[in-house]
């Protein structure tokens, strides 16, 4: 069993950034690929960024590429997102994600997910 929990989601304005956080507790962190998804209100949940065990091979839906940015710290059992130029459409709960997959873009569907974080909002004002 592994335990995640996400800080730093808030209010920005358009153009803004926030940092978001999930730390891991219960198991070694390090055998997961970790990832990020979001769900804006009447919306499935959908897939934002993924990195591997190592912290290579970061992958990212189209809209965020170049926005957004993936990376994990082992020894913190950390995981972060950083996101920058934020837009309104950007607005979601974001949930952090842990599974342990052959392969880093698997993490990519809901369904390969093992475990979930409780969400953190992020509210983007135009």
């Known amino acids: 069993q592994i335990q995640l929990v996400e800080t730093g989601g808030g209010l920005v304005q358009a153009g803004g950034s926030l940092r978001l956080s999930c730390t891991a507790s219960?198991?070694?962190?390090?055998?997961?690929?970790m990832g990020w998804f979001r769900q804006a209100p009447g919306k499935e949940r959908e897939f934002v960024a993924v990195i591997s065990w190592s912290g290579d091979d970061p992958y990212y839906t189209d809209s965020v590429k170049g926005r957004f940015t993936i990376s994990r710290d082992n020894f913190q059992n950390t995981v972060y997102l950083q996101m920058n130029s934020l837009k309104p459409e950007d607005t979601a709960v974001y949930y952090c994600?842990?599974?342990?997959?052959?392969?880093?873009?698997?993490?990519?569907?809901?369904?390969?997910?093992?475990?979930w974080g409780q969400g953190t909002q992020v509210t983007v004002s135009s």
């Open positions: 219960g198991q070694p962190f390090s055998g997961y690929v």
């Open positions: 994600a842990a599974g342990q997959v052959v392969t880093t873009r698997t993490l990519s569907s809901p369904r390969t997910v093992d475990y």
